[in-house]
């Protein structure tokens, strides 16, 4: 089945840790995005990718890092200098490079849930 | 600054009635699109409607856009437990393509 796979399900960071968060879709995609969800919030553009080797911050892109390598993968790194990256984080993907411009919607994985411990 | 506003936060109905949210934004668009997220779930595309339609129709759902007073609104019609979650809608900005999305309706619908 053609989607996206976020993984892990859960993750947990110790203070000053790095951590990265998967993001991997099976649908030929040109664009793909990363955001961040907060309890009873909307969502937070962290950065995104318009084509492969190729990627833009977002509104809240301090303290992450991202890369995009290859067009199915979109991996996020949590920096330590993200001081409270304790959130929901959603990866999603739109058909081509216009992204929700192209009149189609996003697809989005089921998400990866981040606690600092 | 959230582009979409939504209203209300917080809805709840009995199974059966139609259940309406409202959606405001504040600078032009090439669409707006609806979606919705079951707790702890990733969000899910319902309805799209382009920038110079006024309505669309998608099984139970109804859309409508005011591009001159920058609204939308959502219509569940003869609404169903399984349609409690939270709804958001999103605009789509040229020429980035970026979807920014409002805080979202929460939506409890009683059986």
């Known amino acids: 089945d053609g989607g996206i796979t976020q993984s892990p399900k859960y993750l947990f960071r110790k203070e000053g840790q790095n951590v990265t968060l998967s993001c991997e879709q099976n649908l030929n995609h040109d664009a793909m995005y990363w955001y961040r969800q907060d309890p009873g919030q909307g969502l937070r553009l962290i950065y995104y990718s318009q084509i492969v080797n190729d990627f833009q911050k977002g509104d809240i892109a301090e303290g992450y890092s991202v890369s995009r390598e290859k067009k199915e993968s979109f991996p996020l790194t949590v920096t330590s200098a993200q001081k409270n990256p304790t959130a929901f984080y959603l990866c999603?993907?739109?058909?081509?490079?216009?992204?929700?411009?192209?009149?189609?919607?996003?697809?989005f994985g089921s998400g990866t849930r981040l606690t600092v411990v | 600054s959230q582009q979409g506003e939504e209203d209300p936060q917080a809805l709840s109905i009995q199974e059966g009635e139609n259940a309406t949210m409202n959606c405001s934004y504040k600078?032009?668009?090439?669409?707006l699109q609806w979606y919705r997220q079951n707790s702890g779930r990733g969000l899910v595309h319902l309805i799209l409607?382009?920038?110079?339609?006024r309505e669309k129709h998608s099984g139970r759902l109804r859309v409508t856009l005011d591009t001159s007073k920058k609204s939308s609104s959502l219509l569940i019609t003869a609404s169903r437990a399984a349609d409690t979650a939270s709804y958001f809608c999103a605009t789509a900005l040229s020429p980035t393509g970026k979807l920014i999305f409002g805080q979202g309706t929460t939506l409890q619908v009683k059986p």
């Open positions: 999603a993907s739109s058909p081509s490079a216009a992204g929700g411009t192209d009149n189609y919607g996003y697809t």
């Open positions: 409607i382009r920038s110079n339609e």
């Open positions: 600078t032009s668009i090439n669409n």
